[in-house]
T-cell receptor, first 115, second 116 residues
Framework: DADVTQTPRNRITKTGKRIMLECSQTKGHDRMYWYRQDPGLGLRLIYYSFDVKDINKGEISDGYSVSRQAQAKFSLSLESAIPNQTALYFC??????????????FGPGTRLTVT | AQKVTQAQTEISVVEKEDVTLDCVYETRDTTYYLFWYKQPPSGELVFLIRRNSFDEQNEISGRYSWNFQKSTSSFNFTITASQVVDSAVYFCALSEGRGGANNLFFGTGTRLTVIP
């Protein structure tokens, strides 16, 4: 089983709809992240959470909200989706690995299309 | 402010040629980590390497090698004898802070196409 899972993997929704993207991890990591990937722009950080009670805005948080329901779960919500939120969304986790440094793991991505 | 620049947007090579992907970074921290990720057409991100700022030794892993030079703030990636399976988008990324604990800042990626 994958260490970081994202649901759904693909979603098409209409402008104005509320949508939630979910992320779960079995790595036991404290830190979780949501990134967005747009063509030609690389990955940009939306929100991050260093533990259940610690949530922080990233570079492009406007139009998004998050919920850290448990150590293993971190959800991203679009309260009212708009077409320019069409993108590939990645969840990631990080924690100290065997090397004593933080290692990051990415989920498989969720492709979201807003029409 | 931190920044990662991948000036090469797209590169095409013929199979078996060597290719180097450039990465230049900016940071004010003395402790930081640099990464390379591969994104094949299927879309997932595949971790390739992590290098900390105190280790400038070059690294080789099979056909892959990395050249880290602090003097030029560069962390370049070379694929030797390229293969069609190397076709992907490659991202360079930077994480500041001790242990690579903080968020990743990504470059815009280089799309590599290996022509058979």
């Amino acid at each position: 089983d994958a260490d970081v899972t994202q649901t759904p993997r693909n979603r098409i929704t209409k402008t104005g709809k509320r949508i939630m993207l979910e992320c779960s991890q079995t790595k036991g990591h404290d830190r979780m992240y949501w990134y967005r990937q747009d063509p030609g722009l690389g990955l940009r950080l939306i929100y991050y959470s260093f533990d259940v009670k610690d949530i922080n805005k990233g570079e492009i948080s406007d139009g998004y909200s998050v919920s850290r329901q448990a150590q293993a779960k971190f959800s991203l919500s679009l309260e009212s989706a708009i077409p320019n939120q069409t993108a590939l969304y990645f969840c990631a986790t990080s924690g100290i690995g065997g090397t004593g440094t933080y290692e990051q793991y990415f989920g498989p991505g969720t492709r979201l299309t807003v029409t | 402010a931190q920044k990662v620049t991948q000036a090469q947007t797209e590169i095409s090579v013929v199979e078996k040629e060597d290719v180097t992907l450039d990465c230049v970074y900016e940071t004010r921290d003395t402790t930081y980590y640099l990464f390379w990720y591969k994104q094949p057409p299927s879309g997932e991100l595949v971790f390739l390497i992590r290098r900390n700022s105190f280790d400038e030794q070059n690294e080789i892993s099979g056909r892959y090698s990395w050249n880290f030079q602090k003097s030029t703030s560069s962390f370049n990636f070379t694929i030797t004898a390229s293969q069609v399976v190397d076709s992907a988008v490659y991202f360079c990324a930077l994480s500041e802070g001790r242990g690579g604990a903080n968020n990743l800042f990504f470059g815009t990626g280089t799309r590599l196409t290996v022509i058979p």
